[in-house]
């Protein structure tokens, strides 16, 4: 009971010389939580005497840790390059650079220079993504979850959508195309098996109710073995002949030719425009290496349909993000592959893996040995393929460098009992970062 009387006063302990330099209202809920954790260790008898001194250190502490950010950046060593849990697509520096003064000024968002009126904020990108993907029509919007609700909701709400049993996927972060569909008021009419669907399975679900045959990219799984599925340009004319909408969720797109066969169970963006679907849509920072962001192509008439409904106004995308995308939309069109971070990466040379990777072991305090070994793009694209790389393999207790690494915003991989630092996905930038994370681990071996 005594204890209890020996708890500091919040008045007096605010006062205290430590706490000059504090914001009042944090330094209030810093000192609340621990006199709350303070109170519970004297109820259940943890402790029997109070440490006025600690305790302020601890509340110095938690007062730190409350105005530190909760979102960190992180040096990805695990070889995923479109890391779902770390971010997807890294933005190149340079083309930061160049959108950055969009975000901190003014700019031309909704307004006609020419004309000195009112503009579209959606024209912005519509020119440069018609040219580049070779289509009538281009609309952003969020991210590819809300292009699907949109286009499911403006055009087969209160009606059926066609999609293959073997579609019905889940994506990470529970995006579940039938559940989609239901949200968005579209009745999901479900044809074929798993492993089977046929185009007569399509002309065969076809009926009063029918608005839509959708495709959907399995993006995250594959079916191997006795299996067929329907080829999007098949699809398309069999809708078209019906007078019905053809839609592809293609999840995620890429231009360029990719290397080390990556590209040869699904074509390229730009070979599935040679007979282009009426609408189409994927994500900005899957493959196509940009942000977040769902980018719909297709037919100007059905695009336009899609810019009249209201649902549209929630999936709008802010400046930052049109200026993301129109500069690395723009980089693909002049072919600077090399200025979009992800396509450096992932065209990176064994070779010249190999060599940073010896420059990287030079600079650790840990002895490590270069291994060739794989890995994959990630980011719910191209399943089962897989892309050589080069990893440095840590002398010592796999689950605890590990831990120590991550403890340092270094997140690498276990791989055959070693930890592994992938050079896929490392950054010049960041071997010094990591260089000085091996010396904390060999300083904290010898004092142990
Ligand atoms: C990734 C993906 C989505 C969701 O896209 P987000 O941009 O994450 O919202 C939807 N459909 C498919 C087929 C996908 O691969």
């Known amino acids: 009971m005594n204890l209890y009387r020996k708890i500091p006063q919040v008045d007096l302990l605010k006062q205290d010389e430590l706490f000059a330099s504090c914001a009042p209202s944090i330094l209030s809920d810093a000192i609340r939580i621990e006199l709350d954790a303070l109170r519970r260790a004297i109820t259940e008898k943890k402790i029997d005497s109070i440490d006025e001194q600690a305790l302020k250190e601890r509340i110095r502490k938690r007062y730190e840790a409350m105005l530190h950010p909760s979102l960190e950046s992180v040096v990805n060593a695990t070889g995923v390059i479109l890391h779902t849990n770390l971010g997807r697509a890294p933005i190149d520096e340079e083309l930061f650079e160049e959108a950055r003064e969009i975000a901190t000024g003014y700019c031309n968002l909704e307004y006609d220079l020419e004309k000195g009126k009112r503009g579209d904020r959606h024209e912005h990108l519509s020119r440069t993504l018609c040219g580049l993907l070779d289509c009538e029509e281009a609309l952003v919007v969020n991210n590819n979850a809300a292009a699907v609700f949109l286009i499911l909701n403006t055009f087969a709400k209160g009606k059926e959508a066609v999609v293959s049993r073997g579609e019905l996927v889940e994506i990470g972060g529970s995006f579940r195309i039938p ?33 839509m045959l959708m495709k959907v990219h399995k993006s995250n799984y594959a079916i191997e073995g006795f299996s067929a599925e329907v080829e999007m340009a098949e699809i398309s004319r069999l809708a078209r002949s019906r007078g019905l909408i053809d839609y592809y969720d293609l999840g995620s797109a890429y231009l360029p030719e990719l290397p080390w066969g990556l590209g040869s169970s699904e074509p390229s963006i730009l070979r599935l425009m040679k007979e282009p679907p009426s609408l189409m849509s994927f994500s900005g920072d899957k493959l196509f290496g940009a942000v977040q962001a769902g980018i719909i192509v297709g037919k100007k008439a059905l695009v336009d349909q899609l810019k009249r409904n209201q649902i ?10 049109l200026a993301l995308l129109e500069r690395t939309a723009l980089a693909y069109r002049r072919g600077e592959i090399e200025r979009i971070a992800i396509m450096r990466m992932l065209f990176r040379t064994p070779e010249e893996l190999e060599e940073r990777a010896g420059r990287l072991a030079a600079m650790l305090a840990i002895p490590s040995e270069i291994r060739r070994s794989e890995t994959y793009v990630g980011g719910g694209t191209l399943p089962n393929r897989r892309l050589p790389s080069v990893v440095l393999a840590l002398e010592g207790d796999a689950q605890a460098l590990e831990r120590h690494f991550r403890s340092h915003r270094i997140v690498g991989r276990i791989e055959s009992e070693r930890f592994v630092l992938d050079l896929r996905t490392i950054a010049e930038e960041e071997f010094e970062g990591i260089a000085a994370c091996s010396r904390a681990w060999e300083a904290q071996r010898c004092a142990n």
């Open 179 to 211: 559940e989609v569909m239901n949200a968005s008021g579209a009745r999901l009419k479900e044809i074929g098996t798993t492993n089977k669907t046929h185009l007569h399975d399509y002309e065969a679900a076809i009926g009063e109710e029918t608005a």
């Open 312 to 321: 549209l106004r929630m999936f709008r995308v802010d400046k930052l993000t």
